[in-house]
Structure formats: C-alpha cells, structure tokens
C-alpha cells in the first residue's frame, strides 16, 4: 500500500478555495432571482456553553445586486439608489441613511447631522421654525 504525501500548506489552501470542499454538493443550493449569485457562507457556531469551540457550519445563500435583498434577492431595494436626498443648486446632496423596514414594502432616512433640521420621509424639507439664524449686525461710525 502506497500513501500519498501532499503538503500541509497545499491543503489548506484547497481547502479554503474550492467551494465544493467548503459547501459539500448535497446541501440544497437556493434559486437567486434578479441576478442573484449563489455563493457558499461559513459561519461558526459555539458548541458548548463551557468550551471555546466553534464548529463551522456552511450553507448556500444568494448574494444579491444592490438594487435586491431578500433570503433569494426577491425583494426590490428601496434604499438603492439613496432616495434620502434633496436638491441644491442643480445637484442633488445625500441627506441621511436610508433603512428598509422589516417587511421590505418602505422604508424611512434618518437624516444626518447636516440636516437635523430637516423633515419630510427623504430630510428635504427644511424646518425654518427648527432653525436658529443669528443675525449680528455691526455698524462702523
């Protein structure tokens, strides 16, 4: 009986490069829509509450254009294109962060500190009563 020797390094590197050694081929793979890849995701979950080993656990999920999300990218993204903007002299500037709600149907900008004084579902609106304006008025004699 012949044993075949392979170095430690190149095993590794097999190891963590081949997606069939990563994700065996018999776990379910996903149907992604809207241009959705199917990629294969390692995470590591604790084993025990007493004991530090983390044990992998792979799985297939979609990896979804930004313009998706969604468990198979079956959901349009509202918060791509950023729609938390406002127009300014011709051009549009970004007034906050965009989050989609859970169920994906809306979504809501928390405006950023440029523009706490904002309103309106995109921070557009500008809240003149909100605003302080300081106005210093010097005369020269």
């Excluded at 190891?15 to 199917?38: A, H, Q």
């Excluded at 965009?98 to 523009?115: P, R």
């Excluded at 557009?124 to 909100?130: E, K, L, M």
Aim: hydrophobic letters at 30%; aromatic letters at 10%.
């Amino acid at each position: 009986m012949k044993l075949l020797s392979i170095p430690y390094s190149l095993l590794v590197l097999t190891r963590y490069t081949s997606s069939e050694l990563i994700c065996p081929s018999d776990c379910p793979k996903p149907e992604c829509l809207n241009g959705g890849e199917v990629i294969c995701k390692v995470t590591y979950e604790k084993i025990h509450p007493s004991f530090s080993y983390f044990a992998p656990k792979r799985a297939y999920l979609c990896e979804c254009p930004a313009e998706f999300v969604g468990e198979f990218c079956e959901i349009e993204n509202l918060c791509e294109p950023n729609p938390c903007t406002r127009s300014s002299g011709g051009s549009s500037v970004g007034t906050g962060e965009c989050k989609v709600s859970d169920d994906g149907l809306d979504y809501a900008c928390e405006c950023d500190v440029f523009h706490r004084e904002f309103l309106g579902k995109n921070c557009d609106v500008q809240d003149f009563c909100a605003t302080t304006v300081r106005l210093e008025i010097t005369f020269l004699w």
